[in-house]
Each structure stands twice: as structure tokens, then as C-alpha cells.
T-cell receptor, first 115, second 115 residues
Framework: DTGVSQNPRHKITKRGQNVTFRCDPI?????LYWYRQTLGQGPEFLTY????????KSRLLSDRFSAERPKGSFSTLEIQRTEQGDSAMYLC?????????????FGPGTRLLVL | DQQVKQNSPSLSVQEGRISILNCDYT??????FLWYKKYPAEGPTFLIS?????DKNEDGRFTVFLNKSAKHLSLHIVPSQPGDSAVYFC??????????????FGKGTHLIIQP
């Protein structure tokens, strides 16, 4: 079990540039989540995939944010025309859907700094 | 409005003593509660969870208590060890595992274990 991995771990970009982050979930997990965490706050839910279907995207912060999960495997989160307010830690989590207890396991996150 | 509240930003406890971290919630639809631990520059690590059909769950040094009528839960760590120093997040969801609404997190409590 290699856990959830995220790449890159750090990203520095200039305002107005597009950035894309990748998340590789635990291999047998069919659910995948994206969160954003800013300083002094807890993670904030952004979007959710069950297999390849994106079942919740209304929480995405604006239409500059989009996420995909082709073939129900890895996922990407793209931010277009980045703004300084997008600077945050972007966390990915995955879980295996069960009827009893189900736990989200988080990756190490991608820290984004927009200059 | 904050649906999950951790009112103590920090807590200092002596090594070997009991650490008690508190969490309150306002959404009566929440049915599943989790505690995560986070070190700097890492993603949250799952500690322990409890569903609303229970009032206590224990795992080694960690015990979570749930008081549904008061909409309050607490995490007890006994005995506290230096490696327990981290930020602890309380999280809740209406669906096991999070589902379409993801997990709702509190702002976290920074636990400092003093030797």
C-alpha cells in the first residue's frame, strides 16, 4: 500500500498562469476527493468523484477550477488564470466505498504559491 | 457559518498526562465523525472515527466520545507522548465516508506535549 500520492509537492507560479495538480489514489479506492486548506483553517471540500463520475462540483471555488478523473484512476485539478488568493495547500483524499465504515486517506498535498 | 467548531486553537499538556481535545457541531444531519492528526508540510493522517450509533470508540491510546444531544465530541489521548504534538482536526459528514458533501472540518487544535 503506497498511499495517496500528489504531484508536484510545491508549485510557484505567477498570477494569470494555469496550473495542474495530479493525485494518484490508493489503488483499490473508488472514491476521490479534493480539498483546499488555507493558513489557520481546516481542509475545505471542493469536489468528489465516484469512479470516473464527478458527483459534486458545485463547491469548486469558481469556474476557473476544474477537475477530472479519467477512467476512474488518477485525478487532476486545474486552476486557470491563477490569482494570489488561490495560494493554499491542495489536498487529495481517497476512500473505498463500504457500507459500514469508510475512511478518507489523504495525500501529502500540493502547496501552491501565486506571486 | 462554521458547522464544526474547535474552540481551542492550542493546548499544552505534560508528557504522560491526558490530552482532551474538544469539538462541537451544529448540523444535526452529521452522522459520522473523525479525528485527523496533521504534522507541518504533510497531509492529515486518520486517527479514529465514530458513528452516531455509538457514544464511545477506543483504539489504543485514543478514545473518542460522542454526546449527540449536546452535539459535542472529544478525543482523549492517554498517556500523551512527545510524538503526539501536532494539529488535530475534527471532521464530520452526513454520510459514512463523506460522499457527495465530503468531510466538514474544524479549524484544528494545536496540541503541544511538554516533556
Amino acid at each position: 500500500d503506497t498511499g495517496v500520492s500528489q504531484n508536484p509537492r510545491h508549485k510557484i507560479t505567477k498570477r494569470g498562469q494555469n496550473v495542474t495538480f495530479r493525485c494518484d489514489p490508493i489503488s483499490e479506492h473508488n472514491r476521490l476527493y479534493w480539498y483546499r486548506q488555507t493558513l489557520g483553517q481546516g481542509p475545505e471540500f471542493l469536489t468528489y468523484f465516484q469512479n470516473e463520475a464527478q458527483l459534486e462540483k458545485s463547491r469548486l471555488l469558481s469556474d476557473r477550477f476544474s477537475a477530472e478523473r479519467p477512467k476512474g484512476s488518477f485525478s487532476t485539478l486545474e486552476i486557470q488564470r491563477t490569482e494570489q488568493g488561490d495560494s493554499a495547500m491542495y489536498l487529495c483524499a481517497s476512500s473505498l466505498e463500504t457500507s459500514v465504515e469508510e475512511t478518507q486517506y489523504f495525500g501529502p498535498g500540493t502547496r501552491l504559491l501565486v506571486l | 457559518d462554521q458547522q464544526v467548531k474547535q474552540n481551542s486553537p492550542s493546548l499544552s499538556v505534560q508528557e504522560g498526562r491526558i490530552s482532551i481535545l474538544n469539538c462541537d457541531y451544529t448540523n444535526s444531519m452529521f452522522d459520522y465523525f473523525l479525528w485527523y492528526k496533521k504534522y507541518p508540510a504533510e497531509g492529515p493522517t486518520f486517527l479514529i472515527s465514530i458513528s452516531s450509533i455509538k457514544d464511545k470508540n477506543e483504539d489504543g491510546r485514543f478514545t473518542v466520545f460522542l454526546n449527540k444531544s449536546a452535539k459535542h465530541l472529544s478525543l482523549h489521548i492517554v498517556p500523551s507522548q512527545p510524538g503526539d504534538s501536532a494539529v488535530y482536526f475534527c471532521a464530520a459528514s452526513a454520510e459514512v465516508g463523506g460522499g457527495a458533501d465530503g468531510l466538514t472540518f474544524g479549524k484544528g487544535t494545536h496540541l503541544i506535549i511538554q516533556p
